[in-house]
């Protein structure tokens, strides 16, 4: 069994890591959105570039949450992996916070106007009338916090299932190893 705060102040780092590259791919759609322009080939660039960005981050944040578990693991050699997925747990939860924290900063400061120019556009489609239009626009003031929310219980779960599959290995497991016979001579 781990100590509870040194765990805490793990994750706590490793939240902090993970939650800064989210926030670095909101930051950097937002510049490659602003770099596109208005032309079409700027935008299909732009999008081609966001979408680049967000395979990276994938890839990365998939990697440092086995790396900073196998860290953790290293550091606390009596952690067996349920310890391991303790930590992966509460590092997720820790980096969805942040990055949901940031988002909501985004949506009510940085970016007010973006839940209005989604609805401007569903204003063009001829499938929508004007009962559904003022339902989604009664949504509008609602939408910073479903954003928050769904954020982190999205990538909450995204971690945790990250964490499930990767602490059933750390620390590496023998299966080959006579553990009941060295117990049994002692």
């Known amino acids: 069994m781990t100590d509870k705060k040194t765990s805490w102040e793990a994750a706590g780092r490793a939240g902090l890591v993970l939650g800064g590259i989210c926030i670095a ?4 759609g937002l510049l490659f959105t602003k770099m596109a322009g208005s032309g079409t080939a700027g935008i299909i660039v732009g999008n081609i570039l966001s979408m680049l960005v967000w395979a990276a981050k994938l890839v990365a944040c998939i990697w440092l949450m086995k790396v ?4 953790f693991s290293k550091a606390n050699p009596e952690a067996d992996n349920s310890d391991t997925y303790r930590f992966g747990v509460k590092t997720a939860f820790l980096s969805a916070l942040v990055y949901s924290a940031f988002y ?3 949506v009510l400061f940085i970016n007010p106007d973006i839940f209005e120019e989604s609805v401007a556009m569903l204003a063009d489609n001829p499938m929508f009338t ?5 339902q989604v626009e009664s949504m509008i003031p609602k939408m910073p916090a479903i954003s928050f929310f769904s954020n982190l219980i999205y990538c909450t779960l995204f971690g945790v299932i990250v964490s499930a599959i990767f ?3 750390i620390p590496s497991r023998n299966p080959f190893a006579d553990t009941d016979s060295a117990d049994e001579q002692e």
Request: neutral net charge; charged residues 20%.
């Open 25 to 28: 791919y909101v930051l950097l």
């Open 68 to 71: 900073f578990m196998v860290k």
């Open 104 to 106: 909501l900063l985004y």
């Open 130 to 134: 004007s009962d559904m239009m003022d």
């Open 167 to 169: 602490a059933r290995n």
